[in-house]
């Protein structure tokens, strides 16, 4: 089964501590062992060798840069105003474009149904496996900050940016995570513009009351890259988890939802750096939100997978039966252990991104 992972803070890693993931995770380790590197961002899971062992066929690769007010020790991709935060996005998209171009065997830039169909068709081909296939990189801007006015959309457009979030935290332009609020009226301002081009919004980060704005009033597609039930998660105080009704307005646009197998998003309490173990949280809960979005939906349709890996984590805060991002293939065994078919177990793994990227994605 092919997967496609809607959430990989690639570019931001790779600046913020050097990570080359044309390494093996488990070479990233090993170079890192004895730096503060795994204490900040925890043990690499992510690297190109283990995309070829778990199938990973396309990744949702991030711009992201923090805001000020929220920096912690070891950030360096930090903004105070939207003209920084443009240009730290800028430069995320000139290392995608240079780790494609530098390795265009294991990786590709997808901004196109055309360049997404060629990279699946290269997946399919067995006779090919023994040399490896590239992974289909999409870009995501998570946090709508460095969009400076809605006029700058066609700049971004022309760079083969398809995908906005317009929260982290709070932005200019709507409520986020620990930052409750509605769209602003910038907000509004420029998701009508992001409809014109048929931009796809990212509703994860949001507060509740943005989402339930952007689910009535955005025209153009929605999904939800990396996010977990908060109906599962009561007692956690956050608003980073996805209500019920939002999960149903977006089973009614037919949009999709990746959720994330990081333990503190999947056990309430949950917390590395307050001494939590691995020990806690196994991969069933993660199963957990994927059946209770199906379970929602009345079908395998909308339920998929936004590891967010390497994004503020490692292995350190993974479900204990994963090692690296080859082994979100157990999620598909876990399905099916469940009384989920085949077919299921390939919907929530790549079936519902792909379907999703082939309406969404321009011809
Ligand atoms: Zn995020």
Not at 14 to 40: C, F, N, W
Request: hydrophobic share 35%; net charge negative.
């Amino acid at each position: 089964m092919l997967i496609i992972d809607s959430h990989q803070d690639l570019a931001w890693n790779m600046l913020t501590y050097g990570r080359d993931y044309t390494r093996s995770a488990k070479e990233t380790r090993r170079i890192e062992a004895g730096t503060t590197t795994p204490e900040r961002n925890g043990d690499s899971i992510v690297g190109w060798p283990e995309y070829q062992q778990g199938r990973v066929a396309v990744v949702f690769s991030t711009l992201f840069a923090t805001p000020a007010r929220k920096k912690e020790t070891g950030d360096i991709l930090v903004y105070t105003d939207a003209g920084t935060a443009h240009r730290l996005y800028r430069d995320q998209i000139d290392v995608y474009r240079k780790l494609a171009d530098s390795h265009p065997d294991k990786f590709r830039l997808i901004s196109s149904t055309p360049e997404l169909d060629s990279v699946i068709e290269h997946w399919s081909r067995p006779e090919l496996d023994p040399s490896g296939h590239p992974v289909g990189l999409i870009y995501l801007m998570e946090g709508a900050d460095g969009i400076r006015s809605p006029h700058e959309l066609s700049e971004w457009w022309d760079l083969g940016l398809r995908m906005i979030g317009l929260a982290w935290a709070g932005t200019r332009y709507c409520g986020g995570t620990s930052d409750p609020g509605p769209l602003t009226n910038e907000g509004r301002q420029l998701i009508s513009a992001m409809a014109d081009y048929n931009f796809i919004l990212d509703l994860s980060h949001m507060d509740e009351a943005a989402a339930y704005e952007s689910l009535d009033r955005y025209e153009g597609p929605l999904m939800v890259t990396h996010a977990n039930c908060a109906a599962l998660m009561r007692g956690s105080e956050t608003n980073r988890h996805l209500p019920d009704d939002v999960i149903h307005g977006l089973i009614e646009r037919d949009g999709v939802i990746g959720v994330i197998p990081l333990n503190t998003f999947l056990k309430v309490g949950w917390m590395r750096r307050n001494g939590s173990r691995r020990e806690e949280v196994q991969l069933d809960a993660l199963i957990a939100h994927i059946d209770h979005i199906c379970q929602l939906a009345g079908n395998s349709k909308h339920a998929a997978i936004g590891s967010d890996f390497d994004g503020g984590f490692g292995l350190q805060s993974i479900p204990l039966e994963m090692d690296s991002i080859a082994d979100l293939q157990l999620i598909a065994k876990k399905l099916m252990e469940r009384g989920y078919s085949e077919t299921d177990a390939e919907n929530v793994l790549g079936g519902n991104w792909l379907r999703f990227l082939s309406r969404n994605l321009p011809s």
